[in-house]
């Protein structure tokens, strides 16, 4: 299965595989982050069908001086199959495509198991610190 840039009528699909993925946080607003990715021209999300399913995403943008990755999500019983590192390898190739020279990502340090995966696709945890501050109320 080959992954396709989402549309504005995917945007419930998505959001409720983001959501049975815990993925989503009540300070973020999901259907606000999947509006804003397909609006910029230098941000997409990218998804996997099977018919009228979605089993997956991911969403990618390059701000200009690196590319990032946000939403990686597989659903629950079909993962294990190769759709994240297809959804990865696509994110990768977006990016490439636009003369991106990194990509980085956030997870969150409990959550082993993606770690794994990342690692297993030859991503390294870099030597930084990530600092933010909430601009929306």
């Known amino acids: 299965m080959i992954p396709t840039e989402a549309q504005l009528g995917d945007a419930a ?3 409720a595989l983001w959501q049975a993925t815990a993925l989503t ?3 973020n607003d999901p259907a606000a982050d999947f509006a804003r990715a397909l609006a910029a021209a230098d941000a997409a999300v990218l ?3 099977d018919g009228d399913s979605i089993l997956g995403s991911v969403m990618v943008g390059d701000d200009g001086h690196r590319g990032w990755v946000y939403y ?3 659903a629950p019983d079909r993962q294990r199959r190769g ?3 297809a959804l990865m390898g696509a994110a990768e190739d977006w990016l490439r495509a636009r003369n991106c020279p990194k990509i980085q990502l956030m997870v969150r340090a409990g959550n082993a198991e993606a770690l794994g995966f990342y690692a ?3 991503l390294e945890q870099q030597d930084v610190v990530t600092l933010g501050r ?3 109320p």
């Open 13 to 15: 699909a998505v959001i």
């Open 25 to 27: 946080r009540p300070w």
């Open 47 to 49: 998804v996997v069908r």
């Open 72 to 74: 990686l999500a597989v």
């Open 83 to 85: 759709l994240g590192r």
């Open 120 to 122: 297993a696709l030859g």
């Open 134 to 136: 909430r601009l929306a």
